[in-house]
Structure formats: C-alpha cells, structure tokens
C-alpha cells in the first residue's frame, strides 16, 4: 500500500571560528559544528516539524510529497520523497562506531551498476563523494545520483532521480529535507549495513492494516 503525505513547512561539518585571550594576546580556535544535516537524534534540539518513521524523522517541507511503501504490520519497505519531476528515495543502514561505511558501499553500488551495463562515474559532490549513474528502465534512459552520509554508527543513502540527477542545484526542497533529516540510530546493536528499522506512524499503520485486504488495488492516498 503506497501512501503520500503533503507537508508545510532547513560536507555534514563546518568550522566555528571563535577568538580567545590566552596570555593577554587573542587566538583563534576552530571547533566541528554541524550545518545541515542528517543529523543524529542526539544532536538536534529545535522545533522542525518532522514526520516519524521510526529510524527517520523526515522533515515537514511545503509541496514535499513523502510516498511510504509499508506491509500490512507496517513495516516500512520504501521511503520517497516527491516534489515535481525530482524524487529522493531514502534508505538508512547501521554502521559501526569506529568509521562509516559509505566508501565501500558507493565501490559496491559502482560495480553493480557496470556489471548491469550502465554508465557510472563518481563524482565529488556537496555531500562528499557521490555515484552518477544512467539506467536502463522500461520508460528509457534514467538518471541517478546517488549520495551517502556517515553519522554516528549510522549511514543514509539517498537516491535523486529526475532533473535534480544532473542538476543538483535544482534540488530546492529535497535539498531541504535531507539537510534537515534526523536519525534514531537506537541503542540495539545490529549488524554493518543491516536497514534500520522504519515504522509507520501508530494512526497510519491501523489504517493500512484495516485496508490490508485492498491492499492490491488500493490508490496512492493523502495521509
């Protein structure tokens, strides 16, 4: 059962420049400040609206579709995110404590793509390291650009397609949701690159679980 929600509605490190006295003369000390995310839940304290998947908390962000592919139980299966032509599909795998795991999987998600007889190149993006790719799909040629961000024991990997696959600046309010993506790692200890669990909201599961019977024939829906 697919279901869409329209919403209303901001490198992962920059430097925070301060100036101290030490001795009587002034010096210049740098310290990791986080300027856009994903972040982990640990490290945000405002008041985004976000809608809760579990493992994701996505942003509010106007004219932002979020399109949820989840079992009877609701268990999620597929996160996109829709604004026009441009998509983001969103997926987030658990890592280990001591470094990410976005390099390698970027290499394995390359050598896919060429073993599948498409085009692709690695490119260095806003995010760090990105995949341009062409597929081959029913519909002809598509583009993706695929991006990867290391958190805390925690890896998202997020998929353009459309224009914003050859144009990042097109990306608006997908930039945006990204930017602003929180992650509930949780405390379990799971293995590398095993998804981390997404649920769907309480009211919405019930909902799907008492359609499940339609499930098949049932329409994409505003929740």
């Not at 490190?13 to 101290?20: G, I, L």
């Given at each position: 059962m697919?279901?869409?929600?329209?919403?209303?509605?901001?490198?992962r490190?920059?430097?925070?420049?301060?100036?101290?006295e030490?001795?009587?003369q002034?010096?210049?000390e740098?310290?990791p400040?986080?300027?856009?995310?994903?972040?982990?839940?640990?490290?945000?304290?405002d008041?985004?609206?976000?809608?809760?998947?579990g493992?994701l908390h996505?942003p509010a962000v106007?004219e932002v579709e979020v399109?949820?592919?989840?079992?009877?139980?609701?268990?999620?299966?597929?996160?996109?995110?829709?604004?026009?032509?441009?998509?983001?599909?969103?997926?987030v795998?658990?890592?280990?404590?001591?470094e990410g795991i976005?390099?390698?999987?970027?290499?394995e998600?390359?050598q896919?793509?060429?073993r599948?007889?498409a085009?692709?190149?690695e490119v260095?993006?806003?995010?760090g390291p990105?995949l341009?790719?062409q597929?081959?799909?029913?519909?002809?040629p598509?583009n993706?650009?695929f991006?990867g961000v290391?958190?805390?024991r925690?890896?998202?990997?997020?998929?353009?397609?459309?224009?914003v696959?050859?144009?990042?600046?097109?990306a608006?309010?997908?930039?945006e949701?990204?930017?602003?993506?929180v992650?509930?790692?949780?405390q379990e200890?799971k293995?590398?690159r095993?998804p981390l669990?997404l649920?769907l909201p309480?009211e919405?599961?019930?909902?799907?679980g008492?359609e499940?019977g339609?499930?098949?024939?049932a329409?994409?829906?505003?929740?």
């Open positions: 697919i279901f869409s929600r329209k919403r209303a509605g901001a490198g490190h920059t430097r925070d420049e301060r100036t101290t030490v001795g009587g002034s010096t210049e740098s310290t400040t986080l300027e856009r995310g994903p972040y982990d839940i640990t490290e945000v304290n008041d985004v609206q976000r809608l809760d998947l493992s996505i106007a399109r949820v592919q989840a079992d009877p139980q609701g268990v999620i299966q597929q996160v996109v995110l829709v604004h026009g032509e441009n998509a983001l599909q969103l997926g795998f658990a890592a280990p404590r001591s976005w390099d390698e999987v970027r290499e998600i390359r896919s793509l060429l599948d007889g085009d692709a190149q260095d993006g806003e995010y990105e341009h790719a597929v081959r799909t029913p519909d002809g598509t993706l650009r991006v290391d958190g805390p925690w890896m998202v990997r997020g998929v353009f397609q459309g224009p696959a050859l144009d990042p600046t097109t608006g309010p997908l930039a949701c990204l930017d602003g993506l992650v509930d790692r949780g200890a293995p590398v095993e669990p649920r309480k919405i599961a019930d909902q799907a008492a499940a339609d499930a098949s024939t329409e994409p829906r505003q929740v």
